[in-house]
């Protein structure tokens, strides 16, 4: 049959079927991120039925209190990821921003402008590595390797290698940022959430969104449809760099001050919860909610094994195998998935 | 005595594709047999049965009269069957010594010793006239002492038949020469070699026995004394359908045409090109692999530098400086490669479809997804895509509607000038059918196209105009109509026309 024959024969009842079948297929398919937000309620419930305390109210909205400011970072990460590029820098670019806004609110700023110009230091930290990656034509890897280190460095010259606490902690810059909704929900998470949903937008419903998955799904293609290429893969490591300043100035806020090492081990759950989260190192692809659940369920570990009294160190352990168990996870869905895809292909003829 | 390699009825389908259809050969010993076809005869896919990489449908292939299954690549070099292939498969940043010695490295006291590597292979080495530092990396030597160290790699293993692949798809002149000399050697020590080409001055210049072949069939086998070029390409084009190309369609374009003009262009393996198109017109680009038609497209669509000279579009500005400006000026291009340089496998008909309007042009910043599903439905409809809906992943389609996919893309950001780069190429004859009246519409909307194609029949059915380039340079343009396949063959292969005809137009 010609491809032409096949044309009319879909056009027939049977074909107009089949079409309705497969809208509404479309219509009740479930989300990707699924998965993660099932194993995410089944942790939760699993240490919740042992001890029931872990289930106070204020007991959860502390854990994702916690989990806001590595999750802001895991958020751009994913934009990384999908553009098949990965920043390590992320933590220091945190720290740094954070160390500059603070030595501002210090030297007498208003702690609101001292954030916005912590939040414009951070873009201005990813624009380094952008410019560096695409006129030195080098992977941002590598890149960021180096900046990880250079920004720490220089982190540590302005702050002398101490902490910077900002005075006047009672102003509403750090009440506010510090602050529960009726004692319960922190300022911090509902940011960090709104944050996820803007983010989320940009990524699936916006130009910008669109070029980086298309970069990263097939960067010679993407060139060839005439996509600006290198302007999306700079766009996107300012975006982390302002998404780090936004991060580090909140953190000012929320604790009054910032260490010399706050953010130093910050990159390896970023990109963890990125990965747990369903976003694939391969590109193409991201889910920025899928990352938050990610960071989400590092926290309930961490916090549950304290819950359950065991040393707090195994929480680093558990976190690693659970990125395992993720990864084959998803392995195994995408399998099933190709296999079923394949055997309509055939069905289809 | 029997034929050293003997292939009775080789059979082979992909999906819709035959690729083999009852193919036969007979090699004799000691001879350089060359296998001539033009794309998709089945040489390639006869070569890989020989080499263990594809397994025939049907069919039987006897080495010394005694019948063998060929199923690995392993099977065949055990059988005495070495392959060069087109493509070097070699470790550009390992040594000579270490490329030759791949996998079966000689140990000595359970280490790896270069000495003996050393000691193996220098005879060999003396003789092929590779006079190289071994222990350089490789990546040191031309692309012709690479292609002698990958030739005497397959050596080493001292084959009975040596497979050539297209071995001088990459070689100047003066390296073919050499490698022509190489080989002559080697028949003089009794090595029967297999050569395939589609360069017919380069298979007349070394072969001793020359089999056509033709949609999957063998059409002749002849000695090459007493042949001429003339006669082996009128084996490789035979008589094809007719009707196979719709007629050009009345024009609904108005207001006056709009010309491109190429000025001088030089860049690639590109020199000195210069031409001019118009709307309404299909030009057809001709030449062999290298001879610069795929450079040409692509520095018109600024992927590529142009080293010099310049060219007027439609829109009165010069070559455009990157791929992003062409897509805003209305310049598209298809290119040759689908899977990798046009289309995201992994993503759907929808998302496809939006490259160029969300990617390059800058018109809105958001990304709406209900204008993206209706802007797939109306190319899913205008082209005729087999699918079930927008959502198919692109992977999912067969060549020809994956290259519609391309085609569609392109079309929503209504462009002016439009590049086809091999468009019709791995892609079933109905589905070529359509793509050919497609190019005919685009044509009637006014537009102007440039098309390569490596097949004679489809620039000769289709073309108004067909350029001609021959080592970079432009060596003809003929109207179609004035032209025939067999004048057009010669003029790609070696540049002029026969010399019965008038000369070559400058």
């Known amino acids: 049959m010609t491809d032409t024959e096949k044309g009319q024969w879909d056009a027939t009842a049977q074909g107009a079927a089949r079409l309705a079948l497969a809208r509404r297929r479309r219509r009740f398919r479930l989300p990707e991120e699924t998965g993660v937000i099932v194993a995410l309620i089944v942790m939760i419930a699993v240490i919740g039925l042992a001890k029931p305390r872990f289930l106070n109210p204020i007991n959860l909205f502390t854990v994702l209190g916690n989990t806001t400011f590595q999750g802001m970072l895991s958020l751009g990460m994913v934009f990384l990821l999908a553009i098949r590029e990965i920043d390590l820098s992320v933590g220091w670019m945190f720290n740094f921003s954070a160390v500059v806004a603070a030595l501002l609110m210090v030297a007498g700023l208003n702690p609101w402008f001292a954030m916005i110009a912590g939040i414009a230091f951070g873009a201005l930290l990813g624009l380094v590595n952008g410019l560096l990656a695409i006129s030195l034509r080098l992977p941002s890897i590598i890149v960021t390797l180096g900046t990880f280190s250079m920004f720490e460095g220089l982190a540590l010259v302005i702050n002398n290698g101490r902490a910077i606490n900002p005075p006047n902690p009672t102003s509403t810059y750090f009440t506010l940022i510090s602050a529960k909704i009726f004692g319960v929900v922190p300022i911090v998470a509902i940011v960090f959430v709104s944050l996820a949903v803007i983010l989320h937008f940009a990524l699936h419903h916006t130009r910008f969104g669109y070029r980086v998955q298309a970069v990263g799904s097939n960067p010679d293609a993407a060139l060839l449809a005439g996509i600006p290429n290198a302007l999306v893969r700079l766009q996107t490591l300012v975006l982390m760099g302002a998404i780090a300043g936004l991060s580090g100035s909140l953190y000012v806020g929320f604790r009054g001050a910032i260490d010399p090492q706050e953010g130093s081990d910050f990159v390896l759950t970023v990109i963890a919860a990125v990965i747990i989260g369903g976003t694939p190192l391969s590109g193409g692809y991201g889910t920025v909610f899928g990352a938050m659940v990610g960071m989400l369920i590092i926290q309930a570990i961490a916090s549950g094994i304290i819950f359950f009294g065991i040393d707090a160190t195994w929480s680093t352990f558990v976190t690693g195998a659970v990125i395992i168990v993720a990864v084959v996870l998803d392995q195994v869905v995408k399998y099933h998935r190709l296999r079923r895809a394949a055997a309509q292909r055939f069905l289809d003829g | ?506």
């Open chain 2, 1 to 506: 005595m029997a034929p050293l390699v003997s292939v009775r009825d080789l059979r082979k389908r992909y999906g819709g594709v035959t690729a083999l259809d009852g193919l036969s050969l007979d090699v004799d010993r000691g001879v350089i047999h060359a296998v001539v076809g033009e794309n998709g005869a089945g040489k390639s896919t006869l070569m890989k049965a020989l080499a263990g990489v594809v397994q025939p449908d049907s069919g039987r292939i006897l080495l010394e009269g005694q019948e063998v299954m060929i199923d690995s690549p392993a099977a065949a070099r055990g059988r005495g069957v070495g392959i060069v292939y087109q493509e070097l498969s070699l470790f550009p940043q390992r040594s000579v010594l270490a490329n030759l010695f791949v996998n079966r490295e000689p140990l000595r006291r359970g280490l790896v010793s270069t000495q003996a590597m050393r000691e193996m292979s220098r005879e060999l080495i003396e003789r092929l006239g590779l006079h190289v530092d071994v222990d350089a990396p490789l990546s040191r030597l031309s692309i012709g002492e690479q292609q002698l160290v990958e030739l005497a790699r397959v050596l080493l293993e001292e084959p009975r038949l040596l497979i050539l692949d297209e071995p001088n798809s990459a070689l100047n002149e003066r390296d073919t020469e050499r490698l022509f000399a190489v080989l002559r050697q080697l028949r003089e020590r009794g090595v029967t070699m297999l050569y395939v080409s589609h360069r017919l001055e380069e298979v007349f210049a070394i072969s001793d026995r020359i089999t056509v072949t033709r949609n999957g069939k063998d059409v002749t086998t002849r000695d090459r004394k007493g042949l001429t070029i003339s006669e082996v390409i009128d084996g490789m084009i035979g008589a094809h359908p007719e009707d196979m190309f719709p007629p050009p369609l009345r024009s609904r374009k108005t207001g006056k045409p709009e010309e491109l003009i190429v000025r001088s262009v030089s860049g690639g393996e590109l020199g000195n090109v210069h031409f001019s198109a118009r709307s309404g017109e299909i030009v057809g680009l001709a030449g062999l692999e290298g001879a610069g038609v795929s450079s040409l497209l692509n520095i018109l669509f600024g992927a590529h530098k142009a080293r010099s000279g310049d060219a007027v579009y439609p829109d009165g500005r010069g070559l455009p400086r990157s791929a992003t400006e062409a897509a805003r000026r209305g310049v598209c291009l298809v290119p040759a490669d689908r899977r990798r340089n046009g289309l995201m496998l992994d993503r759907s008909i929808l998302f496809n479809i939006s490259h160029v309007v969300i990617g390059a042009l800058n018109k809105s910043p958001l990304f709406s997804i209900s204008e993206a599903r209706s802007r797939a439905s109306r190319q899913i409809a205008r082209l005729r895509i087999k699918t079930r809906s927008p959502d198919t992943f692109v992977n999912h389609l067969s060549g020809g509607n994956q290259q519609k996919v391309v085609i569609g893309k392109w079309l929503e950001a209504e462009p002016r000038v439009i590049l086809l780069d091999d468009p019709t190429r791995g892609v079933d004859i109905g589905a070529k059918r359509e793509i050919y009246e497609l190019i005919r519409g685009m044509s009637a909307d006014g537009r102007i196209i440039l098309f390569s194609s490596t097949e004679l029949p489809e620039l000769i059915g289709l073309c108004d105009r067909i350029l001609v380039l021959y080592r970079g340079r432009l060596v003809g343009e003929v109207v179609a109509g004035s032209i025939d396949n067999h004048t057009l063959l010669h003029l790609i292969n070696t540049g002029e026309r026969p010399h019965r005809t008038a000369s070559v137009p400058q």
